[in-house]
């Protein structure tokens, strides 16, 4: 299985900050890299897919780079809707794994 | 604009089996595959397995040995057994469409469904 990892684990930031998430494959994926934004109580909603692609409907503060084994998710101003466990996914084999979350908050 | 909206039983006794069924509202249903995921404390997201319109299974492998994922096109409906339940079987179960880019072979969870908890206890 690919293992996938995050950091941080969770951060504290403000409305407004820059914040960036990593994510690490432990095999080379390509570009095969999704990235989910969770709130509590509700499944993980879309972000990302295919490692830079923005999910329609996705507020463009939200963007993805990375290929092979690491990743970057980046939201350049962080809103009050933002404050959610982010997780990101790889697509590259089966069986499908996830990073282990990192939770943002508020500072 | 495809929706999802899962049920089944959400308490369950050790070595019973776990039946979950997720209904497709909008959109094409032939078009895709079909996939369930849980969600548990200790071990963070795990894919269970997917079917494709054809009927066409993948499974984890941790699973395998006690998962079945069926289908039923007339209904726009798929479904999830998970025999052999244990306490470590207590999680969110989600339902989730598998998109994919066929010349790219990307592919991602897009929608899910609301979330199922099931709670294994005697």
């Known amino acids: 299985d690919i293992q996938m990892t995050q950091s941080p684990s969770s951060l504290s930031a403000s409305v407004g900050d820059r914040v960036t998430i990593t994510c690490r494959a432990s095999?080379?994926?390509?570009?095969?890299l999704n990235w989910y934004q969770q709130k509590p109580g509700k499944a993980p909603k879309l972000l990302i897919y295919a490692a830079s692609s923005l999910q329609s409907g996705v507020p463009s503060r939200f963007s993805g780079s990375g290929s092979g084994t690491d990743f970057t998710l980046t939201i350049s101003s962080l809103q009050p809707e933002d404050f959610a466990t982010y997780y990101c996914?790889?697509?590259?084999?089966?069986?499908?794994?996830f990073g282990p979350g990192t939770k943002v908050d508020i500072k | 604009q495809v929706q999802l909206q899962q049920w089944g039983a959400g308490l369950l006794k050790p070595s019973e089996t776990l039946s979950l069924t997720c209904a497709v509202y909008g959109g094409s249903f032939s078009g895709y595959s079909w996939t369930w995921i849980r969600q548990s404390p200790g071990k963070g997201l795990e894919w269970i397995g997917e079917?494709?319109?054809?009927?066409?299974?993948n499974y984890n492998p941790s699973l395998k040995s006690r998962v079945t994922i069926s289908v039923d096109t007339s209904k726009n409906q798929f479904s999830l057994k998970l025999s052999s339940m244990t306490a470590a079987d207590t999680a969110v179960y989600y339902c989730a469409t598998t998109r994919l880019i066929a010349a790219a072979g990307v592919n991602w969870f897009d929608p899910w469904g609301q979330g199922t908890l099931v709670t294994v206890s005697s």
């Open positions: 095999q080379s994926i390509s570009n095969y």
């Open positions: 079917i494709n319109h054809s009927g066409s299974t």
């Open positions: 996914q790889q697509s590259y084999s089966t069986p499908r794994t």
